[in-house]
T-cell receptor, first 115, second 109 residues
Framework: DSGVTQTPKHLITATGQRVTLRCSPR?????VYWYQQSLDQGLQFLIQ???????AKGNILERFSAQQFPDLHSELNLSSLELGDSALYFC??????????????FGPGTRLTVT | DAKTTQPPSMDCAEGRAANLPCNHS???????VYWYRQIHSQGPQYIIH?????ETNEMASLIITEDRKSSTLILPHATLRDTAVYYC??????????WGAGTKLIIKP
């Protein structure tokens, strides 16, 4: 158990809909990262937040957005969903920025299926 | 762009040491090398990281060559539960992990 929690575990929705994925980082971790992993693909970095502020963006679509709240939990919002958005979405957390960024602890993921 | 290269797959007998190689000839002198593993669709699990010196923790050992062009992750006594995809990772200029395809390690009884 990494200490990172994600809800829901599974999500099935239709094209065009909007969903929200939630992540709670490990206690004490200030950074939260979101990743997407499509079937049999590697992890794609989406976005990072540190202590409530956006710190880095990766391959995140304009239809996707995220935020980190004062209690440090984070939400990833996916809108106008397409079939290709079906994937595992992972949240990870780390203590800080610099040297701590590489040591990330991942949640169990949310499996999103768009039909 | 990936800065590390790994073999796509490897087998290892249960109870033996699993040695997973990684080439990273283009990383700079102050870049760490990180190892993670992912057991079938679970969240990736951090294993170990290193810069120049060899490192050991309760999960594995990391041997880095003196020229830092390659490294080897060693699982000293592999078990069936070590079957996973192992990722050797560096960071991009934005301090984000660069995930490649990894090595699929299969531990055989």
């Amino acid at each position: 158990d990494s200490g990172v929690t994600q809800t829901p575990k599974h999500l099935i929705t239709a094209t065009g809909q909007r969903v929200t994925l939630r992540c709670s980082p490990r206690s004490g971790d200030l950074s939260v990262y979101w990743y997407q992993q499509s079937l049999d693909q590697g992890l794609q970095f989406l976005i990072q937040y540190y202590n409530g502020e956006e710190r880095a963006k990766g391959n995140i679509l304009e239809r996707f957005s995220a935020q980190q709240f004062p209690d440090l939990h984070s939400e990833l919002n996916l809108s106008s969903l397409e079939l290709g958005d079906s994937a595992l979405y992972f949240c990870a957390s780390s203590v800080g920025l610099a040297g701590g960024r590489g040591e990330q602890y991942f949640g169990p993921g949310t499996r999103l299926t768009v039909t | 762009d990936a800065k590390t290269t790994q073999p796509p797959s490897m087998d290892c007998a249960e109870g033996r040491a699993a040695n997973l190689p990684c080439n990273h000839s283009t990383i700079s002198g102050n870049e760490y090398v990180y190892w993670y593993r992912q057991i079938h669709s679970q969240g990736p699990q951090y294993i170990i990281h290193g810069l120049k010196n060899n490192e050991t923790n309760e999960m594995a050992s990391l041997i880095i060559t003196e020229d830092r062009k390659s490294s080897t992750l060693i699982l000293p006594h592999a078990t069936l539960r070590d079957t996973a995809v192992y990722y050797c990772i560096s960071m991009d200029s934005n301090y984000q992990l660069i995930w490649g395809a990894g090595t699929k390690l299969i531990i055989k009884p």
